[in-house]
Nanobody
Framework: QVQVVESGGELVQAGGSLRLSCVASGRILTVNDMAWYRQAPGKQRELVAAISSEDSTKYSDSAKGRFTISRDNAKKTVYLQMNNLKSQDTGVYSC??????????????????WGQGTQVTVSS
């Protein structure tokens, strides 16, 4: 009932920038926290940045000062602006959305939704 789709990942040189987007769609009533996670090859998925419905943000130590998370509530979209990219930023970036939605029976529930991810590769 809720779909989450990321975009914007690509191959970029070290020092470059990328902007990732994540759109949530479906029978959504409310979007709460939204977050970006990264899974590097051979490593566990880790939180990169998160933003609350009140626009409170938090970042991983590696993202602070280089990445900016923002959201457009009307579009149910979260962005991740990544600057000064480094080779260690390489990985699959996935979006996580905490949303209240209705199913086909009009039952309302709250759940966490994940997208398929978008690949970011930073060449040194």
């Amino acid at each position: 009932q809720v779909q989450v789709v990321e975009s914007g990942g690509e191959l970029v040189q070290a020092g470059g920038s990328l902007r990732l987007s994540c759109v949530a769609s479906g029978r959504i009533l409310t979007v709460n926290d939204m977050a970006w996670y990264r899974q590097a090859p051979g490593k566990q998925r880790e939180l990169v940045a998160a933003i609350s419905s009140e626009d409170s943000t938090k970042y991983s130590d590696s993202a602070k000062g280089r990445f900016t998370i923002s959201r457009d509530n009307a579009k149910k979209t979260v962005y991740l602006q990544m600057n000064n990219l480094k080779s260690q930023d390489t990985g699959v970036y996935s979006c996580n959305v905490d949303a209240v939605a209705a199913d086909d029976t009009n039952t309302i529930f709250r759940d966490l939704y994940w997208g398929q991810g978008t690949q970011v590769t930073v060449s040194s």
